[in-house]
């Protein structure tokens, strides 16, 4: 039991954290969280769908057919920062700027250098802004440049004097070049939006989870953005914000799981990581909602295959919605025709990868219902993979759930006890990755929206070791958002094409041919 005192009880008041949850939160960190404990990789013959193109032109004729019947979103998480896009940049200032090490940068000729960030400086969306920013503080890009001065300019690029690259999100730095104006990436993400989460009055919604440090700079550039595209795409983008709720702070402990204390005696509080952000999903109302990475995202010129595919996505989620919907009717009502039980559970098996137990056939006509209701009136989510073309890491396997039977998961490498050979072995028959490429139905059979947060396995977070004022802590991340926080989730893979995952983790990303115009 915790001893909290006034002033604690005040903060977790200020914070909507009741006592409860931070002794929960203590438990997690005196127990660990245990390795997730996989029983298959999910491959194109156990578990991942594969399409031809039929099959593709089909779904994507049915989406459109039907998309005016429900109301669509698109999800961008956006709070992230950038910094971690610059280590190379970073490391490489930090650096003594001795006439070798310039040597050595200029020689160095593989893709993530510095030397390529130099060389290709002018290819990049953002060179003409830093050039402006430049020659507000009395610097020329180009005599930089020639002069070999790189550290210099990488500090325009990444502080606060220049672009300060370093301290925004990815949403807010410029990805991509084209003759009209180079795009921000939430420019991007509202573009791409207009084909698929447009409805028939030609409204395109889209949600941006946003940190609170860069409100303004967000609401400045998505009204600059949605005014350009707007008048440009014939369409009007409404826009909504939130940020991570401070309820879903998560306390910080010392190495002896005892509550970190500030210098001045308060608890010390982190942000519960991407996991808290479906507390900012169940908030919204929509039928159907689009999930895609902030980094993940295209030009024009790139982006025919994605479109078709995430409307094929969504064109699949209505029609199996549609079928589970008609199927939770027939239990609901609780009498079936015989062999209707054994018809929804082939359905459930086939077409929803729901793991149907050896006795669930023993059991009696009533169980079997209930078992079936239970497996079918849950949220849905349809998500693209994308085949491994490196090592294999985390992304969609088969795992065992708490009662013991098998479903289909997003998992994270870090959730994996690679040191057991038998899970490293399933870890290495993996075909396919995650790109974060969800379609999400979050309706019951009878119009009512799900409680998002009761489908979250609370023994899939994560503890790390931190450091504040000189002293060493442990911090908790929630059960990630695609992964334990849709753990319950019935959820249905489809392989989709490389071209459909183009994440940009380094700076030196935004030079390949998939950000390019």
Not at 7 to 27: C, M, N, P, W
Not at 102 to 128: H, K, M, P, W
């Amino acid at each position: 039991m915790i001893e909290f005192n006034e002033s604690d009880l005040i903060q977790l008041k200020s914070k909507g954290i009741d006592r409860e949850q931070i002794e929960t939160q203590v438990r997690h960190f005196e127990k660990g969280f245990p390795y997730m404990e996989l029983t298959a990789a999910a491959t194109s013959d156990n578990g991942i769908m594969v399409l031809n193109e039929q099959e593709i032109g089909s779904l994507v004729t049915h989406f459109e057919l039907r998309r005016n019947d429900f109301s669509l979103l698109k999800f961008v998480p956006a709070s992230g920062a950038a910094s971690r896009m610059f280590k190379h940049l970073f490391e490489f200032v930090q650096m003594q700027q001795t006439p070798e090490l310039l040597d050595q940068t200029d020689q160095d000729t593989s893709f993530n250098s510095v030397g390529n960030f130099i060389r290709n400086i002018r290819d990049f969306a953002f060179y003409d802004a830093l050039k402006v920013a430049a020659d507000k503080v009395g610097c020329d890009l180009e005599k930089l440049d020639q002069n070999r001065e790189y550290a210099r300019i990488i500090d325009l690029l990444l502080n606060d004097e220049g672009l300060g690259y370093a301290s925004l999100p990815k949403a807010l730095l410029l990805f991509h070049s084209y003759s009209e104006g180079n795009r921000l990436a939430l420019e991007e993400h509202l573009v791409e939006a207009f084909h698929y989460a447009c409805d028939e009055n030609n409204v395109a919604r889209v949600h941006f989870t946003i940190s609170p440090e860069h409100k303004d700079r967000f609401i400045a550039a998505l009204e600059k953005a949605t005014d350009k595209h707007g008048k440009r795409l014939g369409v009007r983008f409404e826009i909504s914000l939130t940020e991570q709720k401070s309820s879903t702070d998560t306390i910080a402990v010392d190495m002896y799981n005892k509550p970190f204390r500030n210098n001045d005696g308060s608890l010390l509080f982190r942000p519960g990581g991407h996991g808290a952000l479906i507390e900012n999903l169940n908030d919204l109302t929509e039928d159907i909602i689009f999930i895609k990475n902030i980094d993940n995202i295209v030009p024009d010129s790139l982006r025919g295959q994605t479109i078709t595919y995430k409307k094929a996505l969504a064109g699949l989620l209505m029609q199996l919605q549609e079928q589970i919907f008609d199927y939770l009717d027939l239990l609901d009502s609780g009498n079936l025709e015989p062999g209707e039980a054994e018809e929804i559970s082939n359905f459930a098996r086939k077409n929803l990868m729901i793991d149907i137990p050896e006795h669930f056939n023993g059991l009696t006509e009533m169980e079997k219902i209930d078992f079936l209701f239970t497996k079918l009136n849950r949220p849905l989510r349809v998500c693209g993979m994308v085949r491994n073309e490196g090592e294999p890491g985390g992304g969609p396997f088969w795992a065992k759930n708490n009662d013991g039977e098998s479903s289909l998961q997003i998992v994270e490498s870090s959730q994996i006890d690679l040191t057991n050979p038998a899970q490293a072995s399933i870890v290495q028959s993996a075909t396919h990755f995650n790109p974060v490429d969800l379609v999400c139905g979050i309706y019951d059979f009878k119009g009512k929206k799900f409680d998002l947060r009761q489908f979250v396995d609370q023994e899939t977070g994560f503890i790390s070791i931190k450091s504040k004022d000189g002293r060493d802590l442990k911090a908790l991340e929630l059960p990630g958002l695609w992964n334990g926080a849709m753990s319950d989730w019935i959820t249905v893979f489809v392989d989709t094409p490389i071209i459909t995952f183009n994440p940009v983790k380094t700076v030196n990303d935004l030079l390949r041919k998939q950000h390019r115009q």
